[in-house]
């Protein structure tokens, strides 16, 4: 994902989240220098994943697979990729929060070997309010 392609990704990001990234998010992510990539098909994005690389870890910020094209494998394809891209940056394990609602990420994160490791009060925007965060880690 380079900065050319933020107006594309974001358009998707609004399709796929109650509540989206901002253009700002994915370029503070960009300028940070935080893996991100797309997968494209036939020319098209299909799905996207924002990376943090910390000092043994990896932070998985943000995966995304177009709605049309989920539930067919792409989600479980892209986390494989990312397990071994972290491993390439040395990480020894992945983290990542996830809303308490979202049971397709939760189911995906689950069946990938993430176990709940905490929670984080408030920490994401919902409607009404604030909602906790799940934090999951899988070691790599
Ligand atoms: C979470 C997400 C990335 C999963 O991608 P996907 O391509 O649909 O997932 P896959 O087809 O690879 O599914 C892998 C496993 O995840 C689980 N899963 C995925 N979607 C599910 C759903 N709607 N309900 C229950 N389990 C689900 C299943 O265990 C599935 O395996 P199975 O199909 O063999 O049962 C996708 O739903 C998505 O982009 N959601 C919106 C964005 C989002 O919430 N991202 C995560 C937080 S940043």
Redesign the pocket.
Known sequence: MQTIDLDAVVALEQR??AFPWTRGNFADSLAAGHGAWLVREAGEIAAYAVMMPAPDEAHLL????VPEL???????ALLRQLFDLARAWKATRMLLE?RPG????L??YR?HGFAEIGRRRGYYPAAGGREDAIVMAREL
Do not use: E, F, S
């Open positions: 796929c989240h943000n995966i995304t697979v989920q539930r067919a494998g792409r989600g479980a996830v979202n049971v397709a990420a189911a995906l069946r």
